[in-house]
């Protein structure tokens, strides 16, 4: 339970810009003054998915820039047929607003918790969950249609053989994060909602006393999922 | 966190600094109308791309369109959704810099897939 020591000199009198860096950095201390190490882990946690991501992308590039067989139209295979008409990408783009909104509810559920408010922390971040579990649900939809059409990791009606593995490892690994920050969504909210941080009570599964800190580092994991979005919406659906 | 600041270690002796220690966490207290213009704001971004797809714009100006709504929509979420903005410097070099280097490495692989493309297209007899 021990923190790592905090400097005893507020971070507004320590010295600023990259003077600040180095300084920070060579105390001999900790280097995130006035982070927890909660969220510096996540922080951590959050850079080596990243990379994790940034390969998964990087992995889809070199397969799309080195095939010699055509690249599927992603505006036309992802098309829905709404209205009478074939609307490009239509699934994509509500899918895409869905995580915004989810990610702008967190937002203010991260606000609510430092306000101490208990009940619009809870029920904003329930919001976020049902949003989040929206995005996963539309994905199994898109899922299901695309395996249909006959969408295989070894090969597509439409050209390129990698375009089913790009496709299932990229927003599969991505589906995997949301799905679980709906979990972990829920879980903190039954805290919040149940007032474990205003009453210290020990966590079922560490045994410590959490703080509202939690839900803020909470929201760092589910704006990153928002984030992957975004670079996978415009690599791999915009491309 | 807060408990934290209780620790004194070192400064026992000497130097005398009372109150100083009030409040050392980062705590983010912003008005709500920020977050719900930055909601705004994504969804005008995210349509904006959207709409780049919708009215085929191919070329140069379809990828820049969306490398630059892919950036502005990152920006906002990490600098004001994630507090980015008002963390320490030391906090944002330290996650911000490692993916820029993921760069060289798209630099590294964009090489390597133009060397199996011409070994593809010359060896392999297929045009593309």
Known sequence: MAETTLSH????????G??????????DQRAFKNVSWGKAMMWVFLLSDTFVFGCFLIAYMTARMSTVEPWPNASEVFALHLFGRDLPLILIAIMTFVLISSSGTMAMAVNFAYRRDRKRTAILMLLTAVLGATFVGMQAFEWSKLIMEGVRPWGNPW?????GSAFFMITGFHGTHVTIGVIFLLIVARKVARGDYDTDARGFFTS?????ESVEIMGLYWHFVDLVWVFIFAFFYLW | ?????????GSSHGQEQPAAVAHTDSHQEHPIKLYLVVWVWLFILSACSYLVDYFQLQGML???LIIIFMLLKAGLIVAIFMHMAWERLS?????LVPPLVVLVFVWIMTVESNYTLWTRMTFFGAAP
Do not use: C, K
Not at chain 1, 159 to 163: D, H, K, N, S
């Open chain 1, 9 to 16: 000199v507020p971070p507004q009198m320590r010295p600023s």
């Open chain 2, 1 to 9: 966190m807060v408990e934290a600041t209780g620790h004194r270690m």
């Open chain 1, 18 to 27: 990259l003077r600040g860096v180095a300084a920070d950095w060579s105390s």
């Open chain 1, 159 to 163: 050209g390129a053989a990698q375009f």
């Open chain 2, 91 to 95: 906090l944002v070099y330290a996650i």
């Open chain 1, 208 to 212: 410590r006393r959490g703080n509202y």
């Open chain 2, 62 to 64: 379809r990828w820049s």
